[in-house]
């Protein structure tokens, strides 16, 4: 098992109400050997925390995440946070633009809507080896910062 960067440590362990908050991961299958890996970060730091309730919700794709996330809210209850966490690997066709800003925009407007925040989590990235380089590498853990953020959103909310 990774251990958690410094910041991500140090984030970890500030906050004494963290076992009554729910955090729901949001999970893109598109490119699901990374997403897992970001999601496991994710955990860690939240687990760290003390978060005891983390919930996990799969999707298609990077595009339906706004939706599961507004779904969920909606139709089950308003989470304290939510992390959307996807990998869209750049390909030859114009494709790549439409799902990040789709994904991008969706994000921003549940956060400007919802009364939870909603971590962009989502790798957008030229290759795979940028992916890589994102899950522990020399860009650090995308899903531990995602968690982290959520950490820091979750207190500033309350």
């Known amino acids: 098992m ?61 595009v339906e995440i ?25 390909g030859e066709t114009p494709h790549f633009e439409y799902v990040c800003q789709s994904v991008t925009q969706g994000v921003t407007q549940l956060n400007i809507t919802l009364n939870a925040p909603v971590i962009f989590g989502v790798l957008t990235v030229n290759t795979e080896a940028q992916a890589i380089e994102r899950m522990g590498g020399i860009h650090g853990h995308k899903g531990e910062e995602a968690a982290a953020a959520a950490l820091k959103m979750i207190s500033l909310n309350k």
Not at 22 to 35: C, F, R
Not at 48 to 54: C, E, L, T
Not at 77 to 83: G, S
Request: include cysteine; hydrophobic fraction near 50%.
């Open 2 to 62: 990774a251990s958690l960067g410094n910041e991500q440590a140090a984030v970890a362990g500030n906050y004494p109400d963290a076992a009554e908050w729910t955090v729901v991961l949001v999970k893109a299958e598109w490119n699901a050997a990374i997403v897992h890996e970001l999601a496991t970060g994710a955990e860690r730091v939240l687990q760290a925390a003390g978060v005891q309730r983390i919930e996990s919700i799969v999707v298609p794709g990077a």
């Open 66 to 90: 706004p939706f599961a996330v507004a779904s969920h809210a909606r139709n089950h209850y308003l989470a304290d946070a939510y992390i959307a966490l996807g990998c869209v690997i750049k």
